[in-house]
C-alpha cells in the first residue's frame, strides 16, 4: 500500500505563499489519484484539490482555484501544492490522499468525496495570520 507524508506547513501572513509538499513511497500517478483536503478546527474536512493523469485531470474547489495550483515532480513519487495569496481562512490542517483511478469513476464530479480515498498523510499544519 501506498504510504503518504505532508511537509511544508508553517505560519505565514495574509498574502504570502507556500508550498506543500506530499511524497508517496512508491510512484503514484500513473495509478492514483492524488488529492489535497484541509480541516479547519471546528469545520469538516474539505476538498482543496486533486491531479490525476495531467493539466486536464486536475480539479480545484472554488474557494482555492485561482490562487492553488497542483502538480507533481517527474519521478512520479511527490505532488505539490503550490498556494498563493493565502487568507486567514485557509487555515487548516492540509493533508494529501491516495486513491486508485479505477476507484474513482467520475474523478470531476467524486474527487471531493474524502470516503472514497484508502490512503491519507498525516497532516501539516497551515497557520495564516492576518
Given at each position: 500500500?501506498?504510504?503518504?507524508?505532508?511537509?511544508?506547513?508553517?505560519?505565514?501572513?495574509?498574502?504570502?505563499?507556500?508550498?506543500?509538499s506530499c511524497?508517496?513511497?512508491?510512484?503514484?500517478?500513473?495509478?492514483?489519484?492524488?488529492?489535497?483536503?484541509r480541516?479547519?478546527?471546528?469545520?469538516n474536512?474539505?476538498?482543496?484539490?486533486?491531479?490525476?493523469?495531467?493539466d486536464?485531470?486536475?480539479?480545484?474547489?472554488?474557494?482555492?482555484?485561482?490562487?492553488?495550483?497542483?502538480?507533481s515532480?517527474?519521478?512520479?513519487?511527490?505532488?505539490?501544492?503550490?498556494?498563493?495569496?493565502?487568507?486567514?481562512?485557509?487555515?487548516?490542517?492540509?493533508?494529501?490522499?491516495?486513491?486508485?483511478?479505477?476507484?474513482?469513476?467520475?474523478?470531476?464530479?467524486?474527487?471531493?468525496?474524502?470516503?472514497?480515498?484508502?490512503?491519507?498523510?498525516?497532516?501539516?499544519?497551515?497557520?495564516?495570520?492576518?
Open positions: 500500500d501506498v504510504q503518504l507524508v505532508e511537509s511544508g506547513g508553517t505560519l505565514v501572513q495574509a498574502g504570502g505563499s507556500l508550498r506543500l511524497t508517496a513511497s512508491e510512484p503514484t500517478f500513473d495509478d492514483y489519484y492524488i488529492a489535497w483536503f480541516q479547519a478546527p471546528g469545520k474536512r474539505e476538498g482543496v484539490g486533486c491531479i490525476g493523469s495531467g486536464e485531470d486536475t480539479y480545484y474547489s472554488g474557494s482555492v482555484k485561482g490562487r492553488f495550483t497542483i502538480s515532480d517527474k519521478s512520479k513519487t511527490t505532488v505539490y501544492l503550490q498556494m498563493n495569496n493565502l487568507q486567514p481562512e485557509d487555515t487548516a490542517i492540509y493533508y494529501c490522499a491516495a486513491e486508485r483511478r479505477r476507484e474513482i469513476s467520475d474523478a470531476a464530479k467524486m474527487w471531493t468525496y474524502d470516503q472514497l480515498y484508502d490512503y491519507w498523510g498525516q497532516g501539516t499544519q497551515v497557520t495564516v495570520s492576518s
